[in-house]
């Protein structure tokens, strides 16, 4: 077990993810600081993404953001089909609705702290929404989507720290990048899906306690098993002693973006 003053682990819906998918990647990229390197292409991406953020943020707290816009024409035809698609979520909101971007929340869950950033919160007396940018085209794959920590973690995290009951909250992803105009997913909550998800996060969390212990006694964390896909476009196959990756798998592997972290700013 941890001991009594060890700093509480802050764990964000990446780390979360990592754990389940492998957590012995969790052991190498989040505490050995082992990092994947990106390709070329989704750093490209990546910092793209970044500056969509940033450019959201600063519109959000009426600062001018003409010049930016007029400097890059990706992110000028961005914006302005977002604008169009959804005008709404743009538009100034009446005094007794809360607005703000990158909205921040902690909670403390045993010896973690998860923490989330909204890209945009919108609250009113009756409802609360957490609005998500993804600067990708929108994933085929909805429910991989309603899976992914970050649905579950933002939406129970909101519902833990507010007064808003699951029903009144909802979460919504805007990909600007579809076909066409940007399109959305919204994923409405409950409590069922509320009480699913803390089940869930508490006994990853619990086996991350016994992992951790574990480390601490020089065991290693737990592998996938071995003929496990992951494996094969794993950049830690050689350190894990499992087939590495051929230069056919590296060539060809495109990570899902939906797990590509864009930079919270
Ligand atoms: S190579 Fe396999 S076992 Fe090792 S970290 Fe990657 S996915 Fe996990």
Redesign the pocket.
Known sequence: MLSETSPLLRLSQGHLNLLE????????TYLEQLNTPLNPEHEEHQTLGSQFHLLMQQREMGLPIDSFLEADTQLKSWMSGFTNAAPEILAPTDSQTFRESEHYRILQTQNYLLTVVYDLFIADSQKAQIIDWKTYPKPPNQRKLENNWQTRLYLYVLAETSNYLPKNISMTYWFVQSEGQPQNITFNYDDIQHQKTAKKLNQLLKKLTNWLADYQRNQPFT??PKN?N??N??????????TPASAEHQNNYLPNLVDIQEVSL
């Open positions: 998918t492998c957590p012995r990647k969790f052991q190498h592998q996938v496990s992951h494996c476009y794993c950049h830690f196959a050689t350190r894990c002693d499992r």
